[in-house]
């Protein structure tokens, strides 16, 4: 037996919080910190991505990006490559990747980025401070430890 979880589209909202990468449909919205981001793209080109962002501190700000590099950081750092003024967001928040796949581009997203260890020669992942949170439009299986929010109530499941 299996559950499923799905926003009611009530306006409070369901966001599912992200652990590992998911691939991006061709509309998503994500919420990080105080901002929510609208990110589509062609689904045959996918040589743009269309970003909206918009927050109760910001006004809606639409922006197409073209996709020259297969990572593209988001957040508050001056360094990122998508850029929110938001308090709520780490220095660099969360991660697209760009995967091709023979004539196929897909995006991936991941909460988070690569850090450089301060004690060591080696890269590792760092997760944001807030998280990156992906609305559940459909249907999304329930798992063991999996965290959501509905409006300001955050629920883990056990």
């Not at 969360?94 to 080696?122: A, C, H, P, V, W």
Request: proline share 1%; aromatic share 12%; with cysteine.
């Amino acid at each position: 037996m299996k559950y499923l979880i799905k926003d009611l589209g009530h306006g409070c909202g369901c966001f599912l919080k992200l652990k590992e990468e998911i691939l991006l449909t061709s509309t998503s919205l994500i919420n990080i910190g105080n901002s929510f981001l609208v990110i589509s793209f062609d689904v045959v080109s996918n040589e743009y991505l269309n970003i909206k962002v918009f927050s109760h501190i910001q006004k809606l700000n639409s922006n197409n990006y073209y996709v020259t590099k297969s990572v593209i950081s988001i957040g508050r750092d001056a360094e990122c490559d998508i850029i929110i003024d938001d308090p709520m967001l780490s220095s660099v928040h969360s991660t697209i990747f760009l995967y091709n796949q023979g004539d196929e581009k897909k995006f991936g997203l991941r909460d988070g980025s690569i850090s450089n260890s301060d004690d060591m020669d080696f890269n590792i992942w760092k997760n944001s401070t807030n998280g990156t949170w992906l609305y559940l439009a459909d249907d999304y299986e329930i798992y063991d430890g999996l965290i959501y929010k509905a409006h300001n109530t955050i629920f883990k499941v056990s």
